[in-house]
Nanobody
Framework: QVQLVESGGGLVQPGGSLRLSCAGS????????MAWYRQAPGKQRELVAS????????DYADFVEGRFIISRDNAKNTMWLQMYDLKPDDTAVYYC???????WGQGTQVTVSS
């Protein structure tokens, strides 16, 4: 059974940083294109960042504006999202996903507030 488990969310002040982790089990990470999505209250789920199978190619939503870094370690079946200079608009539940296979984690809450 495939499981993707996110961790690292929490409450942070504007301008702060968080590092989200996604640990996979029942899945061979190196076979999957991976991504982070987020969903804010009352809004549709949206792509935050994606990373190729080998990690050599990444892509970010325009709103990231250079503040986030997506990375992965296939040997550890783990993916990360390092987030800097967080803004209140970044408040959302963040999801780890292998989107082309429709595997999703349960999400981790990120709240940016003073």
């Amino acid at each position: 059974q495939v499981q993707l488990v996110e961790s690292g969310g929490g409450l942070v002040q504007p301008g702060g940083s968080l590092r989200l982790s996604c640990a996979g089990s029942g899945i061979v990470f190196r076979h999957y294109f991976m991504a982070w999505y987020r969903q804010a209250p009352g809004k549709q789920r949206e792509l935050v960042a994606s990373i190729s199978i080998g990690g050599g190619s990444t892509d970010y939503a325009d709103f990231v504006e250079g503040r986030f870094i997506i990375s992965r370690d296939n040997a550890k079946n783990t993916m990360w999202l390092q987030m800097y200079d967080l803004k209140p608009d970044d408040t959302a539940v963040y999801y780890c996903t292998a989107p082309r296979s429709n595997y999703w984690g349960q999400g981790t809450q990120v709240t940016v507030s003073s």
